[in-house]
């Protein structure tokens, strides 16, 4: 009969399914981007409140608060390696009593 490989997965193209791409590990990571995208901000935060945790970083440019959206924000860096490093240290840091959330901007 047909032995199957020692390590028990079918040969490519044996009865699974079509071979695709993998998937990413995690779908809902966009693509690094110089520009983070800020969430769950104080309401009241200044951008200096929100710059001060950034400026420590390397590549920091200027945080933007979004007026009409209270609790949101962007950070700019120079460069996506920067952002990301940024992103990696800062991710859920608390800002009086609200962990931000960051993420990369999509645009």
Do not use: W
């Amino acid at each position: 009969g047909y032995a199957m490989p020692a390590y028990g997965q079918p040969p490519p193209g044996y009865g699974g399914p079509p071979a695709h791409a993998p998937a990413p590990v995690m779908p809902t990571v966009t693509m690094p981007h110089p520009i983070l995208f800020l969430e769950n901000l104080p309401h009241d935060a200044s951008t200096d409140d929100i710059a001060a945790v950034f400026k420590v970083f390397p590549g920091f440019k200027e945080v933007r608060l979004v007026p009409s959206r209270p609790g949101i924000g962007f950070s700019e860096f120079e460069n996506e390696m920067q952002s990301a490093m940024a992103l990696n240290r800062v991710q859920g840091k608390m800002i009086r009593d609200l962990p931000m959330k960051l993420t990369f901007s999509k645009s």
